[in-house]
Nanobody, 120 residues
Framework: QVQLVESGGGLVQAGGSLRLSCVAS????????MGWYRRAPGKQRELVAT???????YYADSVKGRFTISRDSAKNTVILQMNSLKPEDTAVYSC??????????????WGQGTQVTVSS
């Protein structure tokens, strides 16, 4: 079994910052790409940012220049640093990781999500 657990969500005023963490644990051989998605009320899930095992990153246009994704592979952790937050960033943020439990076999795993609320 593999578990992803997020932390760091909360309530913040517009212009503020939050730091989300996601730790993967369990029977893990290796981890490939990791990333963050978000789902705002009444909207579809949106890809926020991803990072490969080689530290190549991707950001949605809506968060470029404000959010930074990073990972600590030794700790099976992915971080999302969110600065200059806007009310439209309000959503449930979930982390995902492509995990290998056996050589050559990967599966996608998800965390439960953490609420981020940005007040105006």
């Amino acid at each position: 079994q593999v578990q992803l657990v997020e932390s760091g969500g909360g309530l913040v005023q517009a212009g503020g910052s939050l730091r989300l963490s996601c730790v993967a644990s369990g029977s893990i051989l290796s981890i490939g790409p990791m990333g963050w998605y978000r789902r705002a009320p009444g909207k579809q899930r949106e890809l926020v940012a991803t990072i490969t095992s080689g530290d190549s990153t991707y950001y949605a246009d809506s968060v470029k220049g404000r959010f930074t994704i990073s990972r600590d592979s030794a700790k099976n952790t992915v971080i999302l640093q969110m600065n200059s937050l806007k009310p439209e960033d309000t959503a449930v943020y979930s982390c995902t990781a492509r995990v290998s439990r056996l050589a050559g076999i990967f599966g996608d795993y998800w965390g439960q999500g953490t609420q981020v609320t940005v007040s105006s």
